[in-house]
């Protein structure tokens, strides 16, 4: 067996670790529509000589974190494939479901006998995958293929909570299960899939409550005070947002915390409640200057910080009828957030957008809201995006109906809507 030094050397250049690089191979599998199944144990095969010609999907995915080929990267094909005679002992079997989109899972079929060999090597294996799913969500948004892989892996850790070797497995496998729910629910929120995101919200919560989390549960609250918002029911967003600050961890750790009150303070935002919404976003600002490096945060959150708060405040400005404090706000956040939340800039300069043509200055908010676009080229442009870009229109519409610019911009919305 022959080391790989081609893919070690690959490796170092790129700076990842076996873990991550298996992270990276999962986004590229799940961004393509199927189950992202690398471990680093995948990897070490790999940099051993152990795997000498990973899978055609394997391949492909490497390739692209890459940006080269298989063989450039120490793999060589084998001359030919002779069929295996021996039978495979039933433990490493695979059974493969295929969802609708061609998503597949593998399922293990255990010894019949065996003891369970369910710990904390499964709960890792899930939260991985959990990662990846926010990967995609980063650059991508919400849609019906993420939503499925995230309830498959709720599936999978419900079905591993039941063989769970102690109860304090069992407890983390209910609380991965309600992450991977909360994640499917906030696929559909982000796809305006309201109705839907009700529904996968109630199980989540369930599953939290059942995990003790209070992590889990913050998310889903601030998940459900999101849903409100897009449902119009704004009192009910503010009461939601409220119980996320009522958590365990928002009590605890201020940079939950900063998120809840950021949350609150859009609420009352749309309600108009001008002293209400500023108060709430001074809380926001205060714990996040409290907050500690969210290095060790999970990966549903990492979107929140500084830059995103700053996203926030423009909302919360533009809400409440100040304009030109929306606009800069909203300069400051896109100077901040990072290129790979790809699905955030594009929301951010839509926002950018609405502030300036608040302001009316009709032309240079036609050419921001026309970068939205090109942000997301290549990509769908997800449904809470899309029902932000028709509240542009309709605003625009209203305030500029017989500019030039709003009627060229009009044919390239409806263009651009008819495509994607």
């Excluded at 897009?230 to 967003?237: I, S």
């Excluded at 809470?384 to 028709?390: A, C, D, I, K, Y």
Aim: hydrophobic fraction near 45%; charge should be positive.
């Amino acid at each position: 067996m022959t080391e790989n030094g081609s893919l070690a050397g690959a490796l170092r250049e790129s700076g990842l670790t076996q873990a991550e690089l298996a992270d990276k191979v999962n986004a590229r599998l799940i961004c393509a529509g199927h189950e992202g199944t690398v471990s680093d144990r995948t990897v070490r095969n790999w940099l051993t000589g152990k795997t000498l010609w990973p899978h055609p999907r394997q391949r492909e995915a490497l390739e692209a974190v890459f940006g080269c080929t298989a063989v450039e990267l120490g793999f060589s094909a084998p001359e030919r494939r002779r069929p295996s005679n021996s039978l495979e002992a039933p433990v490493n079997r695979r059974n493969f479901l295929t969802a609708t989109t061609g998503t597949t899972v593998a399922v293990s079929v255990p010894l019949v006998g065996a003891p369970p060999q369910v710990g904390t090597s499964d709960v890792i294996r899930l939260r991985r995958g959990l990662d990846a799913l926010m990967e995609v969500d980063r650059s991508r948004g919400g849609h019906e293929g993420l939503e499925r892989a995230a309830l498959l892996g709720a599936q999978e850790a419900l079905a591993k909570q039941k063989l769970g070797a102690t109860q304090r497995i069992r407890r983390r496998l209910f609380s991965v299960a309600a992450d991977y729910t909360a994640t499917a629910a906030w696929s559909a929120i982000d796809a305006r899939r309201l109705d839907r995101a009700h529904v996968l919200l109630g199980k989540a919560l369930y599953l939290a409550g059942m995990a003790k989390d209070p992590i889990a549960e913050m998310r889903v609250w601030n998940s459900y005070a999101m849903l409100a918002h897009h449902r119009h029911e704004f009192t009910e967003a503010v009461d939601a947002a409220y119980a996320a600050q009522g958590t365990g961890i928002a009590r605890r750790v201020p940079f939950f915390a900063s998120l809840a009150h950021a949350r609150t303070a859009v609420g009352h935002a749309n309600l108009r409640d001008r002293q209400a919404a500023l108060r709430s976003l001074g809380h926001a600002e205060d714990a996040l200057t409290k907050a500690e490096a969210a290095g060790t945060a999970p990966s549903w959150i990492a979107f929140y910080g500084p830059a995103e708060l700053l996203a926030m405040t423009a909302i919360v400005r533009d809400r409440i009828g100040d304009a030109a404090e929306s606009e800069a706000a909203s300069h400051n956040a896109l100077a901040t957030i990072p290129e790979e939340f790809r699905r955030n800039r594009a929301l951010a300069m839509c926002r950018l957008a609405l502030a300036q043509l608040h302001q009316r200055d009709v032309d240079q908010a036609c050419s921001t809201a026309s970068t939205v676009f090109t942000l997301m080229s290549g990509h769908p442009i997800p449904g809470r995006m899309r029902s932000l870009l028709g509240d542009y229109y309709r605003d625009l519409i209203t305030l500029a109906p017989d500019a030039s610019i709003a009627r060229e911009w009009g044919d390239r919305y409806r263009t651009e809507w008819s495509r994607l």
